[in-house]
């Protein structure tokens, strides 16, 4: 087989141009990285992992993984990511057994953490402290105490498992974009949920 | 049915399956692994890419590729022709002149011949002597599919991303699907919609022949096909045409692969073969069958490596 000079443009050209849409996944990665399914905590493995199969999504049986977006990112798109506002984890484990390319893993909900949950500013009790402690009520773990009238979570219990997301009743009706809205409490994966601290966004 | 029918039946049933992992809890999956539990097939691609991106190999992807490469050679390359998306992208974007089009952008095979040629080399393809008759205008240098995925191997070693998926129109039909079951179910509102058609539409615009010149993942399927020897088309030429001097081609003009039944070692290689089943109902003799075994064996050009009486492109 011979190589022409046409072959040597069109491996050139194909390189370049997938060279091209990964950069741009680079540089448009953002740093808010959604909360991952079980054992997708390290998001560089996963993101190198993850075939977007959509199987993980497809067998919770709680509903709680949804799909990313192209807003954010192109790395992001269609990569699954936990959204607690429709249900918890339950650590199943459901959607490990089904990945094909091992991105999931089991995790001890006793040890390991999918995230952490923070207090946002749409937390009820900011405004009317004492109003509301579902959060603390429903925490399967005991990670929520209410210190002031105001919810605290214990981020060393939390294991990020979603069920307080699910129940709190901050901005569940009056939302327009379902699932995107911000509740009184929100799980994050532990480097973002910590930076929101540090910035003073969420306690 | 026409086959194209029959087709594009199948290839809404792929979209069918996927509505019933959004409505049901079946985890059945998507083009990019399908199955149940760890028995599932994988994307040869998407195999490739993850084990390049995470550099390592895991047992589910390895049963999954078994499995993909057993079905490979038993059944061809039929997902490029019975499963793939691609054909609803192409008859969307083509409109009713498609067929005439993919014709017109087909690489030629002018082997014309007079009566007693006609007659000559069926009596030679019956012999059971399969030779080169005349090159074909099959454009200069290799497939270019070989390019994009070599293309697809470096940008994915590099980035540690499967980089084809980002832009993989199998992939983006079925999200976009999700997508949309997800706006209606979930009230989530999402560029995406928006995003993922405009990229499938421009891939296909910008190229053509996207299947036949971009498609890392067809060319994957015929790498594999190339251990496939069932149901190979077969000629009967006691039926053909070609055998009472008629110089008829409409088999060769109707495959989409640009595969010469007569002529196989001047065409596009057998292995190519989607098993569309486009030449068994074009063919106006119907001498053309796919049978499980065929007994007039439509040789591939590794087939008959051993005696090659041309030099090899
Ligand atoms: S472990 Fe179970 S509940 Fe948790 S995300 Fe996976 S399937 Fe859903
Ligand atoms: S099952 Fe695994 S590969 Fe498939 S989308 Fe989920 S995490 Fe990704
Ligand atoms: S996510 Fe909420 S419910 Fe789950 S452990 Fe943490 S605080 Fe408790
Ligand atoms: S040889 Fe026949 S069945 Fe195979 S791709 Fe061509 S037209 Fe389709």
């Known amino acids: ?41 390290d998001e560089d ?7 977007r199969c959509d199987r993980c999504r497809s067998i919770c049986p709680e509903s709680s993984i949804g799909v990313g ?22 650590f199943c484990n459901l959607c490990v057994g089904v990945c094909p390319t091992e991105a999931l893993h089991s995790i001890d909900p006793g040890q390991d953490k999918l995230g952490v949950a923070v207090i946002t500013s749409n937390c009820l009790t900011w405004d009317d402290p004492g109003s509301c402690a579902v959060c603390r009520d429903v925490c399967p773990y005991g990670a ?13 219990i939390c294991n990020g498992c979603g ?9 569940v009706y009056r939302s327009v974009s379902g699932d995107r809205s911000m509740r009184g409490v929100e799980v994050y994966p532990e480097s973002v949920a910590q930076r929101k601290v540090d910035d003073g966004e969420v306690r | 049915m026409k086959p194209s029918a029959q087709r594009m039946l199948a290839g809404a049933g792929v979209f ?50 078994t499995l993909v490469i057993a079905i490979t050679v038993v059944l061809g390359r039929v997902w490029c022709g019975w499963l793939c998306p691609a054909q609803f992208v192409r008859r969307f974007l083509g409109g009713r002149g498609q067929a005439a089009k993919d014709q017109a952008d087909k690489p030629t095979l002018d082997i014309s011949m007079d009566p007693e040629e006609v007659q000559a080399d069926v009596q030679r393809i019956v012999a059971g002597e399969r030779k080169r008759v005349r090159r074909a205008s099959i454009p200069e240098g290799s497939d270019s599919r070989y390019w994009v995925l070599l293309a697809v191997v470096i940008s994915t070693f590099i980035f540690g991303v499967p980089v084809f998926c980002l832009i993989c129109p199998i992939g983006l039909s079925v999200g976009l699907l999700i997508d949309l079951w997800r706006l209606i179910q979930y009230n989530e509102v999402t560029w995406t919609i928006l995003v993922f058609p405009a990229i499938i539409v421009l891939e296909f ?16 399927y015929g790498l594999i096909s190339r251990l496939n020897r069932t149901w190979r088309p077969q000629v009967d030429y006691r039926k053909c045409l070609r055998a009472t001097g008629i110089d008829c081609k ?18 596009a290689d057998i292995s190519v073969c989607t098993k569309c089943r486009e030449c068994v109902a074009v063919c106006p003799g119907s001498a053309v069958s796919i049978p499980f075994l065929a007994k007039e064996f439509t040789p591939s050009s590794s087939d008959l490596s051993s005696h090659q009486d041309q030099p090899r492109r």
């Open chain 1, 1 to 41: 087989m011979s190589l022409t000079r046409r072959d040597f443009l069109a491996a050139i050209g194909a390189t370049a141009a997938l060279c091209g849409v990964a950069g741009v996944g680079v540089l448009t990665r953002s740093e808010d990285v959604p909360v991952r399914p079980p054992g997708a905590q």
């Open chain 1, 45 to 51: 493995g996963f993101l190198s992992a993850c075939i």
């Open chain 1, 69 to 90: 977006h192209i807003e954010d990112g192109i790395f992001a798109a269609r990569l699954p990511a936990m959204v607690f506002h429709d249900g918890r984890c339950t």
């Open chain 1, 144 to 156: 929520v105490t209410i210190v002031g009238g105001m919810p605290v979570v214990d981020r060393s």
């Open chain 1, 163 to 171: 069920e307080c997301v699910h129940l709190c009743p901050a901005l």
């Open chain 2, 16 to 65: 069918v399956v996927v509505s019933l992992g959004l409505a049901f809890r079946t985890g059945l999956g998507t083009p990019a692994s399908f199955g149940l539990g760890v028995f599932a097939a994988i994307c040869p691609l998407a195999w490739i890419q993850e084990a390049l991106a995470s550099r390592s190999m895991t047992v589910p992807a390895l049963i999954g590729i």
């Open chain 2, 205 to 220: 615009v910008i190229f053509r022949r996207w299947c036949h010149t971009i498609c890392p993942i067809g060319i994957l």
């Open chain 2, 250 to 267: 409409e088999c060769v003009k109707s495959c989409p692969e640009g595969i010469d039944l007569h002529h196989p070692l001047d065409s």
